[in-house]
């Protein structure tokens, strides 16, 4: 898959999005579609060995799923999104300028709790944009 992508991330019509993007799902490949371990893919060994991305934590390389899931964990702009796209989803609604101070409080009780979920969700329903929603819920798709 790798080289199968490469003329992508050379095309300069092409390149400013798979440059970015590839290298993550790359780091996936020794997964087949199901979800099982694998070193090869097509008869040819999988290679997920110095990838790297302006996408994922900031360009680090990374070598697999494992060492891209802990770049990703310990970058402070995915913690941030991580909790603005909890806060998001437990109002049911956009997040507005008027939630900031919401998600300033519930990601620094995030911070603060080492990172545990359980800290985050429990923090989320105590801010004020939680106890005293200003805006309608966005419906939900069939």
């Known amino acids: 898959m790798r080289e199968a992508l490469a003329p992508h991330r050379s095309n300069p019509a092409c390149a400013a999005c798979h440059q970015a993007i590839d ?5 996936y490949e020794t997964f087949d579609a199901i ?3 694998r070193t090869t893919d097509n008869g040819l060994p999988v290679d997920v060995s110095n990838l790297s991305s302006q996408f994922v ?3 680090a390389v990374f070598n697999g799923p494992i060492e891209l899931a802990n770049d990703i964990a310990g970058d402070d ?14 109002l049911g609604r956009d997040l507005t300028t008027a939630d900031d101070h919401s998600i300033a409080t519930a990601h620094s009780a995030f911070r603060f709790a080492s990172f545990n979920l359980k800290e985050l969700i429990a923090n989320i329903v105590l801010t004020d944009s939680f106890l005293s929603p200003s805006a309608s819920p966005r419906p939900f798709a069939n």
Do not use: I, K, V
């Open 35 to 37: 979800g099982r371990s």
């Open 77 to 90: 702009g995915a913690q941030h999104c991580m909790t603005q796209q909890w806060l998001n989803f437990a």
């Open 23 to 27: 290298p993550a799902g790359l780091a």
């Open 57 to 59: 934590a900031g360009g």
